[in-house]
Protein backbone atom coordinates (compact mmCIF):
# COMPACT_ATOMS: atom_id res chain seq x y z
CA UNK A 1 0.00 0.00 0.00
CA UNK A 2 1.59 3.94 -1.33
CA UNK A 3 1.67 6.21 1.76
CA UNK A 4 2.81 9.69 1.17
CA UNK A 5 4.45 11.83 4.17
CA UNK A 6 4.54 15.37 4.21
CA UNK A 7 6.54 17.90 6.21
CA UNK A 8 6.50 20.13 7.90
CA UNK A 9 2.96 19.62 8.86
CA UNK A 10 2.96 23.47 9.54
CA UNK A 11 5.05 26.46 8.51
CA UNK A 12 5.38 30.16 8.70
CA UNK A 13 7.11 32.23 7.05
CA UNK A 14 8.47 35.91 6.47
CA UNK A 15 7.71 37.68 3.33
CA UNK A 16 10.62 36.87 1.15
CA UNK A 17 11.78 34.21 2.18
CA UNK A 18 12.71 30.71 0.54
CA UNK A 19 10.31 27.82 1.20
CA UNK A 20 10.80 24.12 0.79
CA UNK A 21 7.95 21.24 1.33
CA UNK A 22 8.98 17.73 1.55
CA UNK A 23 6.84 14.99 0.58
CA UNK A 24 7.67 11.18 0.62
CA UNK A 25 6.00 8.11 -0.35
CA UNK A 26 6.76 4.34 -0.07
CA UNK A 27 6.09 2.64 -3.29
CA UNK A 28 6.96 2.94 -7.48
CA UNK A 29 5.05 5.69 -8.90
CA UNK A 30 4.05 6.54 -12.31
CA UNK A 31 3.90 10.60 -11.09
CA UNK A 32 3.51 12.43 -8.35
CA UNK A 33 1.49 15.66 -8.10
CA UNK A 34 1.33 19.28 -5.58
CA UNK A 35 -1.77 20.91 -5.58
CA UNK A 36 -2.40 23.83 -3.84
CA UNK A 37 -5.58 24.46 -1.60
CA UNK A 38 -6.50 27.80 -0.31
CA UNK A 39 -8.80 28.70 2.46
CA UNK A 40 -12.24 28.50 1.42
CA UNK A 41 -11.21 25.27 -0.21
CA UNK A 42 -10.59 25.27 -3.93
CA UNK A 43 -7.98 22.50 -5.03
CA UNK A 44 -5.85 23.76 -7.86
CA UNK A 45 -3.09 21.32 -9.66
CA UNK A 46 0.10 22.95 -9.35
CA UNK A 47 3.01 20.35 -11.06
CA UNK A 48 2.11 16.88 -12.04
CA UNK A 49 5.94 15.50 -12.61
CA UNK A 50 7.19 11.68 -13.61
CA UNK A 51 11.00 12.79 -13.16
CA UNK A 52 13.73 15.61 -12.20
CA UNK A 53 12.38 19.25 -12.32
CA UNK A 54 9.42 21.31 -13.32
CA UNK A 55 9.27 25.28 -12.76
CA UNK A 56 6.45 27.76 -13.10
CA UNK A 57 7.07 31.02 -11.93
CA UNK A 58 8.48 31.49 -8.23
CA UNK A 59 7.34 27.82 -7.99
CA UNK A 60 9.67 24.38 -8.38
CA UNK A 61 8.84 21.45 -7.85
CA UNK A 62 11.70 18.63 -8.02
CA UNK A 63 11.75 14.59 -7.55
CA UNK A 64 13.98 11.96 -6.75
CA UNK A 65 12.62 8.73 -7.84
CA UNK A 66 15.45 6.66 -6.60
CA UNK A 67 14.76 8.19 -2.90
CA UNK A 68 10.60 8.30 -3.36
CA UNK A 69 11.47 12.22 -1.98
CA UNK A 70 9.84 15.20 -3.85
CA UNK A 71 10.07 19.04 -2.93
CA UNK A 72 8.25 22.05 -3.65
CA UNK A 73 10.17 25.27 -3.45
CA UNK A 74 8.86 28.77 -3.54
CA UNK A 75 11.00 31.45 -4.16
CA UNK A 76 10.39 35.25 -3.01
CA UNK A 77 7.57 33.96 -0.74
CA UNK A 78 4.74 36.51 -0.61
CA UNK A 79 1.41 36.27 1.72
CA UNK A 80 -0.73 35.25 -1.37
CA UNK A 81 1.25 32.15 -1.23
CA UNK A 82 -0.44 31.00 2.28
CA UNK A 83 -2.33 28.02 1.93
CA UNK A 84 -2.31 24.29 2.00
CA UNK A 85 0.16 22.29 -0.14
CA UNK A 86 -1.22 18.79 -0.55
CA UNK A 87 1.20 16.14 -2.79
CA UNK A 88 -0.34 13.22 -4.22
CA UNK A 89 1.04 10.24 -5.62
CA UNK A 90 -0.75 7.25 -8.28
CA UNK A 91 -0.79 4.43 -6.19
CA UNK A 92 -0.90 0.74 -6.62
CA UNK A 93 -1.31 -0.30 -11.11
CA UNK A 94 -3.19 2.39 -11.53
CA UNK A 95 -2.49 5.40 -13.36
CA UNK A 96 -5.40 7.59 -12.12
CA UNK A 97 -5.83 6.87 -8.33
CA UNK A 98 -4.41 9.33 -6.15
CA UNK A 99 -2.78 8.66 -2.91
CA UNK A 100 -2.78 11.42 -0.84
CA UNK A 101 -0.30 13.57 1.86
CA UNK A 102 -2.21 15.00 4.83
CA UNK A 103 -0.82 18.65 3.54
CA UNK A 104 1.26 21.39 4.52
CA UNK A 105 -0.50 24.76 6.02
CA UNK A 106 1.54 27.50 4.98
CA UNK A 107 1.50 31.22 6.16
CA UNK A 108 3.42 33.65 4.99
CA UNK A 109 3.48 36.69 6.98
CA UNK A 110 4.02 40.57 5.45
CA UNK B 1 -14.53 26.34 -20.43
CA UNK B 2 -16.47 26.88 -17.04
CA UNK B 3 -14.44 24.13 -15.61
CA UNK B 4 -16.06 21.57 -13.29
CA UNK B 5 -19.16 22.29 -11.61
CA UNK B 6 -20.40 21.06 -8.55
CA UNK B 7 -24.01 21.31 -6.69
CA UNK B 8 -25.64 22.26 -4.28
CA UNK B 9 -22.11 24.38 -2.98
CA UNK B 10 -23.57 23.45 0.52
CA UNK B 11 -25.81 21.14 1.95
CA UNK B 12 -26.85 20.77 5.30
CA UNK B 13 -29.12 17.69 6.59
CA UNK B 14 -30.32 15.48 8.90
CA UNK B 15 -29.26 12.31 9.93
CA UNK B 16 -30.85 9.79 7.96
CA UNK B 17 -31.92 12.00 5.07
CA UNK B 18 -30.86 11.00 1.35
CA UNK B 19 -28.26 13.22 -0.24
CA UNK B 20 -27.46 13.65 -3.89
CA UNK B 21 -24.55 15.79 -5.05
CA UNK B 22 -23.92 16.23 -8.64
CA UNK B 23 -21.17 16.91 -11.05
CA UNK B 24 -20.88 18.22 -14.23
CA UNK B 25 -17.32 17.66 -15.44
CA UNK B 26 -15.43 19.35 -17.94
CA UNK B 27 -16.51 18.78 -21.83
CA UNK B 28 -14.20 16.03 -23.46
CA UNK B 29 -12.43 14.57 -20.31
CA UNK B 30 -13.31 11.32 -20.12
CA UNK B 31 -12.15 10.83 -16.16
CA UNK B 32 -14.54 11.71 -13.62
CA UNK B 33 -13.27 11.37 -9.87
CA UNK B 34 -15.15 12.06 -6.34
CA UNK B 35 -13.47 12.82 -3.61
CA UNK B 36 -14.11 13.09 0.06
CA UNK B 37 -12.07 16.01 2.75
CA UNK B 38 -12.13 15.71 6.60
CA UNK B 39 -10.01 17.20 8.77
CA UNK B 40 -9.15 13.69 10.44
CA UNK B 41 -8.00 11.73 6.55
CA UNK B 42 -7.19 14.78 4.56
CA UNK B 43 -8.08 13.73 1.15
CA UNK B 44 -9.67 10.40 -0.34
CA UNK B 45 -10.27 8.73 -3.31
CA UNK B 46 -13.98 7.71 -3.00
CA UNK B 47 -14.56 6.23 -6.87
CA UNK B 48 -13.73 6.87 -10.64
CA UNK B 49 -14.90 6.21 -13.77
CA UNK B 50 -13.83 6.08 -17.16
CA UNK B 51 -15.96 6.72 -20.52
CA UNK B 52 -18.78 6.32 -17.97
CA UNK B 53 -18.25 2.94 -16.23
CA UNK B 54 -17.28 2.98 -12.59
CA UNK B 55 -13.44 1.65 -12.42
CA UNK B 56 -12.43 1.71 -8.92
CA UNK B 57 -14.85 1.98 -6.06
CA UNK B 58 -12.49 0.39 -3.33
CA UNK B 59 -12.45 3.95 -1.88
CA UNK B 60 -16.31 3.90 -1.04
CA UNK B 61 -16.90 3.47 2.71
CA UNK B 62 -19.89 1.72 2.55
CA UNK B 63 -23.32 0.51 0.95
CA UNK B 64 -24.78 3.96 1.91
CA UNK B 65 -22.72 5.71 -0.74
CA UNK B 66 -23.27 4.84 -4.31
CA UNK B 67 -22.23 6.73 -7.35
CA UNK B 68 -23.35 6.87 -11.28
CA UNK B 69 -22.49 8.36 -14.46
CA UNK B 70 -25.75 8.16 -16.72
CA UNK B 71 -23.63 10.34 -19.30
CA UNK B 72 -20.54 11.75 -20.27
CA UNK B 73 -21.68 15.36 -18.60
CA UNK B 74 -22.88 14.21 -15.15
CA UNK B 75 -22.53 12.61 -12.20
CA UNK B 76 -24.14 11.93 -8.79
CA UNK B 77 -23.09 10.57 -5.56
CA UNK B 78 -25.66 9.56 -3.37
CA UNK B 79 -25.68 9.18 0.38
CA UNK B 80 -28.43 7.08 1.72
CA UNK B 81 -29.15 7.14 5.28
CA UNK B 82 -26.86 10.06 5.59
CA UNK B 83 -24.77 10.27 9.07
CA UNK B 84 -23.16 12.54 11.19
CA UNK B 85 -20.16 11.18 10.30
CA UNK B 86 -20.25 11.47 6.36
CA UNK B 87 -20.31 15.62 7.29
CA UNK B 88 -17.10 16.26 4.99
CA UNK B 89 -16.44 18.51 1.66
CA UNK B 90 -16.67 16.22 -1.37
CA UNK B 91 -15.09 17.05 -4.50
CA UNK B 92 -15.48 15.94 -7.89
CA UNK B 93 -12.61 16.39 -10.86
CA UNK B 94 -11.89 15.02 -14.17
CA UNK B 95 -8.92 14.86 -16.23
CA UNK B 96 -8.61 13.99 -19.96
CA UNK B 97 -7.27 10.64 -21.17
CA UNK B 98 -4.27 9.81 -22.82
CA UNK B 99 -1.37 9.85 -20.56
CA UNK B 100 -0.92 11.60 -17.16
CA UNK B 101 -2.56 14.55 -17.52
CA UNK B 102 -3.64 16.78 -14.40
CA UNK B 103 -7.07 16.50 -12.91
CA UNK B 104 -9.10 19.90 -12.40
CA UNK B 105 -11.56 19.89 -9.64
CA UNK B 106 -14.53 21.46 -8.85
CA UNK B 107 -15.31 23.91 -5.92
CA UNK B 108 -16.54 21.52 -3.61
CA UNK B 109 -19.80 20.29 -1.68
CA UNK B 110 -19.42 21.43 1.88
CA UNK B 111 -22.27 18.23 3.63
CA UNK B 112 -23.11 19.01 7.06
CA UNK B 113 -25.11 16.03 8.57
CA UNK B 114 -26.86 17.28 11.59
Given amino acids: KNEVEQSPQNLTAQEGEFITINCSY ?6 LHWLQQHPGGGIVSLFMLSSGKKKH ?7 NIQE ?5 HITASHPRDSAVYICASNSGGSNYKLTFGKGTLLTVNP | DAGVIQSPRHEVTEMGQE ?3 RCKPISGHDYLFWYRQTM ?11 NNVPIDDSGMPEDRFS ?4 NASFSTLKIQPS ?8 FCA ?9 QFFGPGTRLTVL
Fill in chain 2, 83 to 90: EPRDSAVY
Fill in chain 1, 26 to 31: SVGISA
Fill in chain 2, 67 to 70: AKMP
Fill in chain 2, 94 to 102: SKESGGLNE
Fill in chain 1, 57 to 63: GRLIATI
Fill in chain 2, 40 to 50: MRGLELLIYFN
Fill in chain 2, 19 to 21: VTL
Fill in chain 1, 68 to 72: KHSSL
